[in-house]
């Protein structure tokens, strides 16, 4: 057992000042030193503490970069949907499905890790046409899918089935194959 004394914190504090002193396992503080802390109102904690509170905090700002990208995700979706309503395409309320079932999907994570995502198709020969703002915003959102599946793998079954069907909405539009679905479920 190790016993911190004043003089030793003051010698710390002088050479570089501190706002949080965390103790080790077989570490105390004599009353001074505690008394010391106590007037500079510097933090005392233990190293299991400390362990436990960066481990909340780094769960807190994984749920928040969660909660982001998904939020992010979800309104690139909607924008893709806009477009193709307003150029009228027939697959606009497959993208308008495709965001309601990305938050079906995405809510609880699974163990599973599905293998790469779906390749997107190359939409560079049809910007310039009325679809190319669309077939952009699809390129984003598909980018973002990418970023979440390595960000968040616990959720790549349900990137896995949202990227599948984005590539399907993609290859409708620049004509890889017909849409000849009546059904708009996903």
């Known amino acids: 057992m190790y016993f911190f004394t004043e003089k030793e914190l003051r010698m710390m504090y002088k050479k570089k000042a501190f706002n949080q002193f965390v103790l080790e396992k077989n570490q105390k503080l004599t009353p001074e030193a ?21 481990k909340t905090l780094q769960k807190e700002k994984q749920l928040t970069e969660w909660m982001g990208y998904k939020e992010i995700l979800s309104s690139e979706i909607l924008e893709a949907y806009f477009l193709s309503e307003t150029i009228k395409h027939r697959v606009s309320k497959r993208i308008l499905l495709l965001e309601s079932f990305m938050r079906e999907t995405l809510e609880q994570p699974k163990d599973l890790n599905d293998e790469n995502l779906p390749l997107f198709v190359d939409i560079y020969p049809y910007v310039t046409y009325l679809e190319g703002p ?23 079954h349900g990137f896995r089935k949202i990227v599948t069907e984005l590539v399907d909405i993609v290859e409708t539009i620049v004509g890889g194959i017909d849409d000849k679905r009546d059904d708009v479920t996903l």
Request: proline content about 2%; aromatic content about 12%; overall charge positive.
């Open 34 to 54: 505690r008394q010391f802390l106590l007037d500079r109102k510097i933090d005392v904690t233990t190293h299991k503490y400390k362990k436990t509170q960066e």
């Open 134 to 156: 669309l077939l952009v915003k699809l390129q984003k959102v598909y980018g973002l899918l990418c970023l979440m599946t390595h960000q968040f793998p616990e959720f790549c």
